[in-house]
């Protein structure tokens, strides 16, 4: 039997015994927002590794524009 629905399992740890049922809209709902949340702070997280690298390339650059060396440049940072 395929259902759309997600499925929820719950086991009661002093018996052993496990249940399978469909998730509550509350549950689905729940389950939405974190996957949404998770996402965002993903991108959040994404976007400050970008801009910390691009400031570091961007250093790196005015330095060597400062006449330094590559090795020096690399000993700074």
């Given at each position: 039997?395929?259902?759309?629905?997600?499925?929820?399992?719950?086991?009661?740890?002093?018996?052993?015994?496990?249940?399978?049922?469909?998730?509550?809209?509350?549950?689905?709902?729940?389950?939405?927002?974190a996957?949404?949340?998770?996402?965002?702070?993903?991108?959040?997280?994404?976007?400050?590794?970008?801009?910390?690298?691009?400031?570091?390339?961007?250093?790196?650059?005015?330095?060597?524009?400062?006449?330094?060396?590559?090795?020096?440049?690399?000993?700074?940072?």
């Open positions: 039997m395929a259902t759309d629905t997600p499925m929820v399992v719950e086991v009661d740890c002093s018996t052993g015994e496990s249940i399978t049922r469909p998730m509550t809209a509350d549950e689905i709902a729940a389950q939405e927002k996957a949404a949340d998770f996402a965002a702070r993903q991108a959040e997280e994404e976007a400050a590794a970008k801009a910390k690298a691009d400031a570091l390339a961007s250093a790196q650059a005015k330095l060597t524009k400062l006449g330094l060396t590559a090795d020096e440049v690399a000993a700074i940072l």
